[in-house]
């Protein structure tokens, strides 16, 4: 029930975003410019499980996954973006508008990693925080291996 709830909605945010006749292009620059913040705010929660620890640096960094995560990014693959360029040349693939269920499945359970980061983050755990980043990465990772052009 959950992922068809959420099929729906990515499937209502592409529609209306799509209604709103976003240019491809800047479809495109919007979700690499959101994915180049939350690669961002990674390496900054990384360098905080590697180094010295500092609460408030990882709370901000999994704050801005989180709200990013559950910003409607599904709304940014309109028609036609899985070619063309934004900043740089798009590495989606075409099977991510063909793949449903499954991109779905992976885009929930990112939202869930997400929030869950997000939530661990203001307990200070370090050690929480490290298991919860691992799954956050494993499912950034599951969609770059089955939806990203490798470089």
């Known amino acids: 029930m959950k992922s068809k709830l959420l099929l729906a909605l990515i499937a209502t945010a592409t529609v209306t975003t799509a209604h709103a006749q976003v240019k ?17 705010s990674m390496s900054r929660i990384k360098a905080n499980i590697d180094g010295t620890y500092n609460k408030d640096d990882v709370i901000k960094a999994a704050n801005v996954i989180q709200a990013i ?5 599904g709304a940014l693959y309109v028609p036609g973006s899985d070619k063309g360029k934004g900043w740089v040349d798009t590495r989606v693939q075409p099977a991510l508008f063909t793949d449903g269920p499954k ?14 980061l ?8 370090a050690g929480a925080v490290k298991d919860a980043f691992g799954k956050l990465g494993g499912t950034c990772k599951s969609c770059h291996d089955d939806y990203r052009t490798k470089q």
């Open 103 to 116: 991109v779905g499945k992976i885009a929930g359970d990112f939202n869930a990693a997400a929030n869950e």
């Open 69 to 73: 995560a559950n910003s409607g990014m």
């Open 24 to 40: 491809v292009e800047d479809a495109i620059k919007w979700r690499q410019s959101a994915y180049a913040t939350m690669g961002w």
């Open 118 to 125: 997000a939530k661990v983050a203001a307990t200070g755990n």
